[in-house]
């Protein structure tokens, strides 16, 4: 487990950390509940939300869960994310609107879920500021940020005296990413932990899909998903994993969580899925570095 911590009252970021994506779009509340279980037995420490997931419906199955579970104080952060607008009225609407969702009075860690130029704004961060200040979350943070946007944003907070962002989430597999060197130096010079997500690409690195898009798959139920994967690059890279999976006998999904989660600079890695054995196929992964290979996979 790493050191790094958003706040006093949270617990060191788990080297796994569970996604909630899937919850109540693809799996109902009871497998929820068993895969929220299964994580805090194996010893994650991050929950992961948003309020666009499944509108809404992840975070009130997170909050319900600790209702019923109540967690030792501390021991868990739960993570959740707004959408722009990001002016100030709409920050406070949707922080509110969470907060309700997820039965807490403080959200530990709050992200701006893509960027927007109010992100930009002094108007924004001193809201967002205001928020921490007030204690209604512990710490801050944003996702799907380039890395000239999260440095112009750190210097504003700066030069303004402000709560600043400790963490950046992009997505980071072998086939698409936007954790790149420059960003991952800009956040270990600001102590900025990065968290990734999609580590096997919405199950495009499976090779489930090679023959087209699986019914009920993520694909198939978000299509938006589809645009980011079948396009030339990243389907050099899926050959190249299938061709080194067939040659040593490991599965692409393992190949391709083993990749994203011994990458430098990484913080944690947001895990999803459906059953318990989702997580256990990380563990297993998290096991395997094999530097060797994983610059076989990178040499297309």
């Known amino acids: 487990m790493s050191t790094f911590r958003f706040h006093p ?12 994506s899937t919850f109540g779009r693809e799996i109902d509340q009871a497998a929820c509940f068993a895969l929220m279980d299964h994580a805090v037995a194996r010893g994650l420490t991050l929950f992961d939300t948003a309020a666009t997931y499944s509108a809404g419906a992840s975070e009130k199955i997170v909050g319900a869960w600790l209702a019923s579970r109540r967690p030792t104080p501390g021991s868990l952060t739960i993570a959740t994310k707004i959408y722009p607008p990001f002016t100030p009225a709409a920050i406070d ?3 509110a609107a969470s907060a309700a969702r997820l039965g807490v009075q403080t959200i530990d860690l709050l992200y701006l879920h893509k960027w927007d130029a109010d992100a930009e704004t002094p108007a924004a961060l001193q809201a967002l500021d205001g928020l921490v200040r007030s204690g209604r979350v512990r710490a801050l943070a944003v996702s799907n ?17 402000l709560a600043r962002f400790r963490a950046l989430q992009n997505v980071n597999n072998l086939a698409v990413s936007d954790v790149t060197a420059p960003v991952r130096d800009l956040c270990a010079v600001n102590d900025v ?29 978000a299509p938006g998903h ?29 190949l391709a969580l083993a990749w994203a989660l011994h990458r430098p600079g990484v913080t944690s ?28 996979l990178e040499s297309v």
């Open 93 to 95: 609407t949707a922080v």
């Open 9 to 20: 009252d949270t617990p060191p970021i788990s080297p796994l950390c569970l996604g909630g």
């Open 193 to 221: 932990a990065i968290i990734t997500y999609s580590p096997i690409g919405a199950g495009y690195l499976t090779g489930k899909h090679r023959g087209g898009v699986a019914p009920g798959s993520r694909f198939d139920v």
């Open 145 to 161: 940020f380039t890395t000239p946007q999260l440095a112009k944003a750190l210097d504003l907070q700066s030069q303004l005296g």
């Open 226 to 254: 589809q645009d980011i994967y079948f396009k030339p690059e990243p389907e050099r890279r899926l050959a190249k994993l299938a061709a080194v999976s067939e040659r040593t006998g490991h599965p692409m999904a393992h």
């Open 269 to 296: 890695v947001l895990i999803g899925g459906r059953t318990p054995a989702h997580l256990d196929q990380a563990f297993t992964a998290l096991a395997f570095n094999e530097p060797a290979l994983f610059a076989e």
